[in-house]
């Protein structure tokens, strides 16, 4: 499967994103899929993870009531709605999808990733 990412950009502390996946290819319908994020010489950090169907979803504490994860209707996209963005969540966003239907924590395919860059 092939993912795209998009809709990353500069915004103003505070300021809101929204970020885009879509899948290609061999279907994610099936899958879980989830955001990682990566800045310049730290490790990838889970974000937030959403299971196949739209319904168990999962936060890193950092996010949690800030960002928003969603799966598209088709299934085949993912959505993350970024609120009161921080300086400290600049990074390039990762799409990834799970091996599993239910988050495992075991992507398999990743995504370009789109960088968010947030300005204090």
């Known amino acids: 499967v092939q993912l795209q990412a998009s809709g990353g950009g500069l915004v103003q502390a505070g300021g809101s994103l929204r970020l885009s996946c879509t899948a290609s290819?061999?279907?994610?319908?099936?899958?879980?899929m989830a955001w990682f994020r990566q800045t310049p010489g730290k490790e990838r950090e889970f974000v937030a993870a959403?299971?196949?169907?739209?319904?168990?979803?999962s936060y890193a504490d950092a996010v949690k009531g800030r960002f928003t994860i969603s799966r598209g209707y088709a299934k085949s996209t993912m959505y993350l709605q970024m609120n009161n963005l921080k300086p400290e969540d600049t990074a390039v966003y990762y799409c990834?999808?799970?091996?599993?239907?239910?988050?495992?924590?075991?992507?398999?395919?990743w995504g370009p990733g789109t960088q968010v860059t947030v300005s204090s």
């Open positions: 990834a999808v799970d091996r599993r239907s239910i988050y495992s924590g075991s992507p398999t395919s």
């Open positions: 290819g061999r279907t994610a319908s099936n899958n879980a």
């Open positions: 959403v299971d196949w169907r739209g319904g168990t979803i």
